[in-house]
């Protein structure tokens, strides 16, 4: 019923930025929350940042201050600016939607994933 389409990773040195995008179609009567999370091989996955449908943010504590959240309603796209990037960084990253869906049934989605390598 929904399908989110992710864009904006790659390769950037220490310091550099980047940003993520990511876009939601199909059956949505309204958004709930977006947000993104990434993962490394062997460990959990972990909150980045999340923005409800009221406009409150919350980010993870190790991206405070660096990276910054933010939607266009109008395209159901939620967007990840990441500047001073460090080593640390560097993981897989995933975006989340809650939607309410048309027939009013919320459901939780996952995007496939973007990779993201900070790296001299």
């Known amino acids: 019923q929904v399908q989110l389409v992710e864009s904006g990773g790659g390769l950037v040195q220490p310091g550099g930025s980047l940003r993520l995008s990511c876009a939601a179609s199909g059956s949505i009567f309204s958004i709930n929350a977006m947000g993104w999370y990434r993962q490394v091989p062997g460990k959990q996955r972990e909150l980045v940042a999340t923005?409800?449908?009221?406009?409150?943010?919350s980010y993870g504590d190790s991206v405070k201050g660096r990276f910054t959240i933010s939607r266009d309603n109008a395209k159901n796209t939620v967007y990840l600016q990441m500047n001073s990037l460090k080593p640390e960084d560097t993981a897989v990253y995933y975006c989340n939607v809650d939607v309410m869906v048309v027939g009013l049934y919320e459901y939780n989605y996952w995007g496939q994933g973007t990779q993201v390598t900070v790296s001299s």
């Open positions: 923005i409800t449908g009221g406009g409150r943010i």
